[in-house]
């Protein structure tokens, strides 16, 4: 491969990297063909971008890029593939489900939350991951109940004052 051509990819690589939040390094090399079209139209219904890398041209994209990745290098072997995803938890999701059968997509390690995740025993953790939406989407329906339990207090409180006096007023 020529160097011009290598840069070309070394640079894709690169503004992929930038254009997603998240990122997961996996393994699916074992897969046959029928899998892998398989995994690849479950990424696309997830809205996940699936790219097969050189381990060498992926470590020259994340160093091009701002921030230190190195401790995604030790993972840079064997076969590497990349889920790309601006939902933190989705890859994660979606290599628990499949990886069940046959533990294939297995995680290496991810960049979720800008925070590291080394080794497959973090998937859990991965999965558990919420969004910064839907964490503020729980912070706003706590803030939200106190005011709805005092409404609906005041609402049922109504009626029952309302009810007393009409029956006190029958009398």
Do not use: W
Request: with cysteine; proline share 2%.
């Amino acid at each position: 491969m020529r160097k011009e051509d290598k840069n070309a990819i070394i640079e894709q690589i690169a503004n992929t990297l930038k254009e997603y939040a998240h990122f997961y390094l996996t393994d699916i090399a074992t897969l046959d063909a029928e899998k892998t079209s398989e995994l690849r139209r479950a990424c696309f219904k997830e809205d996940i971008k699936l790219m097969v890398v050189k381990n060498t041209l992926l470590k020259q994209a994340l160093d091009r890029l701002e921030g230190d990745f190195s401790p995604l290098y030790d993972s840079l072997k064997g076969s590497t593939s990349i889920m790309f995803s601006n939902t933190g938890n989705a890859p994660a999701k979606l290599i628990k489900k499949l990886g069940k059968a046959n533990d294939i997509p297995s995680l290496k390690a991810a960049y979720v939350e800008e925070s590291f995740y080394v080794g497959k025993e973090n998937l859990e953790a991965l999965v558990a991951i919420k969004s910064k939406n839907e964490l503020i989407g729980d912070v706003i329906g706590l803030l939200q109940s106190p005011a709805k339990n005092v409404i609906s207090a005041l609402q049922s409180g109504g009626s029952t004052i309302h009810g007393l006096l009409k029956t006190l007023s029958e009398k």
